[in-house]
Structure formats: structure tokens, C-alpha cells
């Protein structure tokens, strides 16, 4: 009984810990909840006129000839402009190459055959990113492409912006990444983001659909425990193949942290 109160606490400490900046709660969160995303992109983008018509999550977009991508948030609105919302901890996550690549996902997945590129609708990638990955001290950065000779906007209706999670100042998106920081719907200054927060903090059916969660942060904190005990054996010049035994990680796990600690 004891071990059952225990594994319950732990799972209660988790629920009542965690915030939208978990990629999977942000998922569950956003997950066809059309107000919570519409509310995010108008305070993000500046314009109350967004009325989104579709939201999904983990939205995989095939390539059949290279790399497929797997989508956080993606969304569209009545014009028919697409939002792909990533939610991005680690500075690396979030590199130009990768919403580069987003960008053209999206134009490769919604241009359909036959169509001009005329048709293209307006596509915007947003990385919201745990710390100020370009380190200007901004909230945001708006990236568009121009022209060099004229600084003129090049019009292509593609769009990246990066939104720093760590400026919550008093200002409406500042606001927004408070809520997005906060682990107390009761506190968080956005009802459609508070409301569904609240669902799954307090309500038993809320608690039953977070289960999935638990046992990734679980997984996650096992592999986290594996991975310290493996970097010290190798620290004390433990074999790889002594370090796979008793790790329990991969022979391929071991060789990338062997590689790291010796670079």
C-alpha cells in the first residue's frame, strides 16, 4: 500500500509541477482546442483578426525522398494561412537550419499538384524557446526575408519568429510567457489557457489522460539517472562494454557519451 501512495504522490508532484513549456503537456493542452491556439498567435503576432479554423497536434508531415518532420501545433485560419507553434527547451532545438526547414515543410505539404505557387498560402514557423536563443535581450524576433540592395520585403508570405519564454514582463506577450511558465492555472493571466491547464491539474478525468506523461517524465528521469552513472564509470576508465552492462543504456548511447566527455 505504501508503494501505491507513494507512486501516486510522485505522480501528483509531477501534475502539480509541470507547465505548457513540457512539450507533451503543451500538446495535450493545445490539442483541438481552437481558442487556446487563436488567443496564443493574436498575442504573438500582434493581430486580434486571426480566427483559426483547425488546430491538431504532432502533426506528421511525409517526405517521401528525405527527412520527415513531426509538428507540435499546426494550425490554419480562415484565409487559409498555416501556424506551425514549436515549443523548443534547448537552444540547439531551435536553430535556424531546423525552422528553415519547417518553413519549407510546410510550403512542400500545402501546395497541393497542379496548383500555382501563386497559390501558396502564408506560412509562419514559431520557436518558443525556454532562453533568448540569439541573446539580444528581445522577447521576440520577427524573421523576413528582404532585399539586400533595396531593404525592401521580399513578399514571399513566409514567416519565423522566435518568441524568448524567459521575458515575462508586463506586457501582453510577457503575460503570455508567464502563463506559459506557470504551473497554477488559478495564477495564469489567459482563460483559454487557464481553463484547460485546470482540467487536467484538478479533474479525475484530466488526471487519467495525463497519465502517458507521467510515464515519459518517468522514463525520461530513469534515462537522465543511466546517463549520470554511465558518464562517471567512464570517467573512472570503466570499458564501454562494462559500462553498457551495467548502464543499462545502448552500446550506441555509451559511444555518444564516450564521444562527448573525450571532445
Same mark, same amino acid.
Given at each position: !500500500?505504501?508503494?501505491? !501512495? ?6 501528483? #508532484? ?6 505548457? !513549456?513540457?512539450?507533451?503537456? &503543451?500538446?495535450?493542452?493545445? %490539442? ?10 493574436? /498575442?504573438? =503576432? ?11 497536434? #504532432? ?10 518532420? #513531426?509538428?507540435?501545433? =499546426? ?23 531546423? +525552422? ?7 510550403? &512542400? ?15 509562419? /514557423? ?5 532562453? %533568448? ?9 520577427? /524573421? ?32 503570455? !510567457? ?9 495564477? &495564469? ?26 510515464? +515519459? ?24 562494454? +562494462? ?10 548511447? /555509451? ?5 562527448? #566527455?573525450?571532445?
Amino acid at each position: !500500500m505504501q508503494n501505491i !501512495m507513494e507512486r501516486y504522490q510522485t505522480f501528483r #508532484q509531477v501534475v502539480d509541477d509541470i507547465t505548457l !513549456m513540457n512539450n507533451r503537456f &503543451m500538446n495535450k493542452v493545445f %490539442d483541438g482546442n481552437i481558442p487556446a491556439t487563436q488567443r496564443i498567435l493574436r /498575442v504573438i =503576432l500582434k493581430n486580434d483578426k486571426i480566427k483559426v479554423r483547425k488546430v491538431s497536434v #504532432q502533426q506528421w508531415l511525409q517526405n517521401l525522398y528525405g527527412h520527415s518532420t #513531426q509538428l507540435d501545433i =499546426l494550425a490554419d485560419d480562415e484565409n487559409g494561412t498555416q501556424f506551425n507553434v514549436e515549443i523548443q527547451r534547448s537552444d540547439e532545438g531551435a536553430s535556424v537550419q531546423r +525552422a528553415r526547414f519547417y518553413s519549407g515543410a510546410l510550403d &512542400m505539404h500545402f501546395l497541393d499538384t497542379g496548383e500555382k505557387y501563386e497559390d501558396l498560402p502564408d506560412a509562419y /514557423v514559431i520557436f518558443i524557446t525556454e532562453s %533568448d536563443v540569439f541573446k539580444e535581450g528581445r522577447s521576440i524576433y520577427n /524573421v523576413e526575408r528582404s532585399i539586400n540592395e533595396s531593404g525592401k520585403a521580399f513578399g514571399d508570405g513566409s514567416h519565423i519568429v522566435y518568441v524568448n519564454a524567459a521575458c515575462q514582463d508586463d506586457t501582453p506577450l510577457g503575460r503570455l !510567457m508567464q502563463d506559459f511558465n506557470c504551473n497554477d492555472p488559478a495564477k &495564469m493571466h489567459y482563460k483559454e489557457l487557464a481553463d484547460r491547464v485546470n482540467y487536467f491539474k484538478t479533474s479525475k478525468e484530466g488526471e487519467i489522460d495525463m497519465t502517458d506523461i507521467i510515464e +515519459a517524465y518517468a522514463n525520461n528521469k530513469a534515462k537522465e539517472v543511466a546517463e549520470k552513472a554511465a558518464k562517471k564509470m567512464l570517467a573512472d576508465g570503466m570499458s564501454l562494454e +562494462a559500462v553498457v552492462r551495467y548502464s543499462d543504456l545502448s552500446e550506441e548511447e /555509451v559511444r555518444a557519451l564516450a564521444a562527448k #566527455q573525450s571532445a
